[in-house]
């Protein structure tokens, strides 16, 4: 074999081996793409933080496009007929579980013209309060669910988690305190004493 020839049969050898490994690097890229969109990684964020009826702890996923036909069937529903009260509440906590804080609140003052003593729907209004970062309209309507019923368990839950949010750790060791004295057995009282013991 000539000088040549061998030359020639070197560069080309280096030349597959050139294309080898891009190939494998490539094979490589594809399957790690492959791996991260299968573990979720190329997903829609999500946001947390959401207050399922009153619980700070339940994760709330944002605005979810799926209940919007729910939304728009239900918001005919109210305005045919105001004065369904049921229908209304029922509106109010979906807008508040969809992301929709202003709208909810919106219902919910609606219901509590009529029922104006309805501690839950004063603390589902005050988380929505919450989730805009409106503490002190959050504070204050979650204070007068607590007045209107004193054992609202939940409510005083909540009254300390805002407390904390707002920079007032003594008033939101207050709270979760009476909480647990409500019923020291219950879920909401053994995430109180959690949050308790950490503060």
Known sequence: MSKKDSNKLKTEKKEINSV?????????AVVGLIV????GTFDKPETIGKINQGEFDEVHKGVDLTKVNQINQLEAEVKNNPNDLEKVA???????????????IEKYQMYLIAKPDDADVMVDMGVCYFEMKDFTNAISTMEKAISV??????????????HLSAGNQEKAVEY?????DLDPNSRIAQKAQELLNNN
């Open 20 to 28: 080898k490994i891009l190939y494998s690097v490539l094979g490589l």
């Open 36 to 39: 991260l969109y299968g573990s």
């Open 90 to 104: 029922q509106l109010g906590h979906l807008l508040n579980d969809s992301g929709f804080f202003e709208r909810a």
């Open 149 to 162: 019923n004193p054992k609202h368990q939940i409510g005083h839950f909540n009254l300390g988690i805002v």
């Open 176 to 180: 979760w305190k009476k909480c647990v």
